[in-house]
């Protein structure tokens, strides 16, 4: 029988496993390196979105994920981390467009909501874009995605387990876990303290790999940096996720908006004191093509500039369950946090205690890689 249940990390999947299982009755002690969304929850872009996600599978599991935020966002008065203002997409050239077509008809072929919309349409939903930024149609609209801010989740859902029970621990690195008749049975942590468990979930983001290591496990992951960029608050109307050809952007609360393209991730580097930076001239690039999208933030400037370290299991899919040469080790591992956290982090809870879940989990296991 699984009284107690080790949770190593405190982001985004571990707040949720953790949650779950403290909610089914579990005793839950939920660890962490730094502190809870100090690592890749506190540096994400946070899309709620299945937009082109494949195979089948995994486009079901970011759905029930998305179904999931806004069942939790209608039980907990006062949920304002949870925003579905819904997704905005358009292209830059006839390639990009025609690749933007095949992903529309893709998620309208699994009944997912999406619909085109011309410049006029558009600029109902945004008015503060610059008309001149816009095709004059061919722009996607995906109305049920939105964003949330990972860290008042993080935050509610960690209260809701520690206020029944469940012990955090944290600035408290794994170093060791030990097993014994193919068991975890303790985890050693750098304070030298001993848990004894009956079920570990290792919910330990880019580090996911070294902990499985600790158990023995080969986890194959091809993690990637993130560049976020902060603004400073603007009196601009921005209600929900853009994705324009140069520049991509949320709001982020409080008047502030995130930026982000894919080009900035790779002007991300390691300085010659051990230190993540990123080029000035690609942030400088970023701002602009914000403030050429959206002229009411041209005198915004960045507040801050955050990188994240992506958790990227080798085919890019999520890693969930238990292990079948190491029952009681579960893994809760994938991109895209931020969408499926709450719904898988409750399949792998579930699963922890016994519960039958092996039809949702099964095109997810660690034995496929």
């Known amino acids: 029988m699984v009284e107690h249940v080790v949770v190593i990390g405190a982001g985004l999947y571990g707040a949720a496993v953790t949650a779950s299982l403290t909610r089914r009755g579990a005793r839950v002690t939920v660890v962490d390196a730094g502190a809870p969304a100090g690592g890749t929850s506190g540096a994400t872009f946070s899309w709620t979105n299945s937009c082109g996600k494949k195979p089948r599978p995994y486009h079901d599991l970011s759905v029930a994920g998305m179904q999931a935020h ?8 006062y949920s304002d981390w949870y925003h579905e203002g819904g997704n905005l997409e358009w292209a830059a050239d006839d390639p990009e467009l025609e690749e933007l077509r095949e992903k529309v008809d893709g998620v309208l072929n699994y009944g997912y909501e999406a619909r085109w919309l011309s410049r006029a349409e558009t600029l109902r939903l945004e008015p503060d874009i610059d008309p001149a930024g816009l095709p004059a149609d ?16 993080i935050g509610h859902l960690l209260s809701s387990a520690v206020s029944p029970g469940a012990e955090l621990v ?6 060791r876990l030990e097993s014994t008749a193919g068991l975890v049975r303790a985890v050693r942590l750098a304070s030298g303290r001993r848990l004894s468990t009956d079920a570990v979930v290792n919910c330990a983001g880019p580090q996911a790999a070294r902990i499985a290591e600790l158990a023995g496990l080969v986890l194959p992951m091809r ?35 995130l930026l982000h393209t894919p080009e900035i991730d790779s002007a ?9 930076r990123v080029e000035r001239s690609s942030v400088v690039r970023v701002l602009e093509a914000g403030r050429a999208l959206y002229p009411g933030i041209r005198a915004a400037t960045v507040e801050s500039v955050r990188v994240g370290e992506r958790p ?24 895209s946090g931020a969408t499926l956290s709450v719904h898988a982090g409750d399949l792998v809870a579930a699963e922890v205690l016994g519960e039958d879940r092996g039809e949702a989990l099964a095109p997810f296991r660690f034995e496929r890689l």
């Open 70 to 77: 806004r069942q939790l966002a209608t039980e907990v008065p």
């Open 312 to 335: 990227i299991p080798a085919d890019g899919l999520p890693v969930l369950g238990r292990a079948v040469d190491l029952p009681n080790f579960h893994f809760a591992v994938s991109h």
């Open 138 to 153: 061919g722009i996607a609209y995906f109305p049920r995605e939105g964003w949330i801010e990972p860290t008042r989740l």
């Open 223 to 257: 993690n990637t940096r993130g560049v976020l960029i902060y603004t400073s608050p603007v009196a601009v109307s921005v209600s929900r996720v853009i994705h324009a050809p140069h520049v991509h952007l949320r709001p982020d609360g409080a008047g502030r908006l």
């Open 170 to 175: 944290r600035d408290d690195p794994v170093t």
């Open 268 to 276: 991300a580097y390691v300085s010659d004191a051990g230190e993540v």
